[in-house]
């Protein structure tokens, strides 16, 4: 009877410890995916000032224009390769959460 209370007591403990590495690389995966939001919101928004500032100055529509097209491709570039580094991101955050989850369903059941 003890030894079976000993065994539950071990599977509670290496749940609990599964859990807590699991949070923990949810963490810190969270933390990547803000900073990075962060710093896109500010590099778009740096961007748009930028242009907006050349718009004010430009001399002929056609120049205007130019600057406004310009801006968008580079801004749909921009947001591609955002989109595609935040995909990675959330993958990440999700294969090294799971890990430990993973490696207790591994173990063979006694």
Do not use: R
Request: charged share 25%; aromatic share 8%; hydrophobic share 45%.
């Amino acid at each position: 009877m003890m030894n079976q209370f000993d065994d539950f007591q071990k599977l509670g403990k290496e749940n609990m410890d599964a859990t807590m590495k699991a949070l923990g690389a949810f963490s810190m995966g969270a933390q990547q995916i803000a900073v990075e939001s962060t710093d896109f919101a500010k590099k778009s928004f740096e961007h748009s000032t930028a242009t907006l500032e050349k718009l004010v100055g430009a001399k002929t529509l056609d120049k205007a224009i130019e600057i406004q097209t310009d801006y968008v491709k580079s801004a749909y570039e921009s947001m591609v390769a955002q989109s595609s580094k935040m995909g990675e991101l959330y993958a990440n955050l999700m294969k090294d959460a799971m890990k430990p989850v993973e490696a207790m369903m591994a173990k063979p059941a006694k």
